[in-house]
């Protein structure tokens, strides 16, 4: 496997920033979804520039806190999980990892506490 390779071409956006809110690295996915503005020109600029209010506002309390924002959403048509969480080199917060899934309008959901109940 070429390093890297997987992550390059994984079909869902992935969107790494350091401490400060630089982007550090997007997939081939994240460069296409961000093409609007400026696709893989974005490294190295601050991806709170990206992100209107109250979003760029929520990417900078979860830059100061260090902690994961989890939630869906709905556009062009296409249903995508958005999961926006810290990232550590060293045991220290190196900055966050937003990954950007599509995902289908219904999913399947299983409960697997309820599952291993009722074989117990």
């Known amino acids: 496997m070429k390093e890297g390779g997987w992550i390059r071409e994984f079909p869902a956006a992935i969107t790494v920033c350091d401490p ?16 609007g503005d400026g696709g893989a020109d974005l490294l190295g600029t601050n ?5 209107p209010e109250p979003a760029r506002s929520k990417v900078a309390e979860l830059l ?20 926006q969480s810290p990232w550590y080199e060293d ?6 990892v937003e990954l950007s899934l599509p995902i289908p309008k219904e999913m399947q959901h ?11």
């Open 47 to 51: 991806m709170l520039e990206c992100h």
């Open 20 to 35: 400060d809110g630089i982007i550090l690295a997007l997939n081939d996915k994240s460069c296409l979804t961000f093409v």
């Open 110 to 120: 299983f409960d697997r506490d309820e599952q291993e109940a009722s074989r117990k």
């Open 64 to 83: 100061k806190s260090g902690t994961s924002n989890v939630y869906t959403i709905e556009k062009g048509g296409i249903k995508k999980l958005i999961y």
């Open 91 to 96: 045991g220290k917060f190196a900055g966050l």
